[in-house]
T-cell receptor
Framework: AQSVTQPDIHITVSEGASLELRCNYS??????LFWYVQSPGQGLQLLLK??????LVQGIKGFEAEFKRSQSSFNLRKPSVHWSDAAEYFC?????????????FGTGTSLTVIP | DAGVTQSPTHLIKTRGQHVTLRCSPI?????VSWYQQVLGQGPQFIFQ???????GRGNFPDRFSARQFPNYSSELNVNALLLGDSALYLC?????????????FGPGTRLTVT
């Protein structure tokens, strides 16, 4: 069965420090991969997505993610974190199969940014 | 342009009751998906509708149903409510039905079942 795992429930980083959020997926073929951010009181917003091609994808707000097929990973990175990046981050997989389209989200990683 | 809108914002229901949640997609978007987000968890996919037809279904009981109207708005219905149905229900719209299309999420409806 398809699944998405985000091993880190909560991460704290200092403002200006680099960030990496981990995501592992389980899927038979190359899935469609997404990272979303959810800020308090706001809806989910797409940061970036990967379907094929260059395994390093750039997104909004200075985020990037790298797809590694051998590790079934799609980790999110940012070179320098800003206080406004504090939020909940979700990795997601989109897949098409016998039961139609499916979307799977991880349990999320909560990011705290300290001054 | 208006984003995805959902109504109501909050709702309190009693166990065993029925609830209807509504969603209006972004203008021009023909696909609507529904998600359940329990506190502290990621969204769980319930349904996707495109052109008034179900295009995907998650692992939810038959108490959950949905439909899409000719103007592409959608309703999510939940019958025989359980305490465990308490959650934030999110609606997302996209241009078309493929999983590659970006989904735009609404603010959600907070359902509390007592």
């Amino acid at each position: 069965a398809q699944s998405v795992t985000q091993p880190d429930i909560h991460i704290t980083v200092s403002e200006g420090a680099s960030l990496e959020l981990r995501c592992n997926y389980s899927y038979g073929a190359t899935p469609y991969l997404f990272w979303y951010v959810q800020s308090p009181g706001q809806g989910l917003q797409l940061l970036l997505k990967y379907f094929s091609g260059d395994t390093l994808v750039q997104g909004i707000k200075g985020f990037e993610a790298e797809f590694k097929r051998s590790q079934s990973s799609f980790n999110l990175r940012k070179p320098s974190v800003h206080w406004s990046d504090a939020a909940e981050y979700f990795c997601a997989v989109g897949a098409s199969g016998n039961t139609g389209n499916q979307f799977y989200f991880g349990t999320g990683t909560s990011l705290t940014v300290i001054p | 342009d208006a984003g995805v809108t959902q109504s109501p914002t909050h709702l309190i229901k009693t166990r065993g009751q029925h609830v209807t949640l509504r969603c209006s997609p972004i203008s021009g978007h023909k696909s609507v998906s529904w998600y359940q987000q329990v506190l502290g968890q990621g969204p769980q996919f319930i349904f996707q509708y495109y052109e008034k037809e179900e295009r995907g279904r998650g692992n939810f009981p038959d108490r959950f149903s949905a439909r899409q109207f000719p103007n592409y708005s959608s309703e999510l219905n939940v019958n025989a409510l359980l305490l465990g149905d308490s959650a934030l229900y999110l609606c997302a719209s996209s241009l078309a039905r493929g999983v590659s299309y970006e989904q735009y999420f609404g603010p959600g409806t907070r359902l509390t079942v007592t």
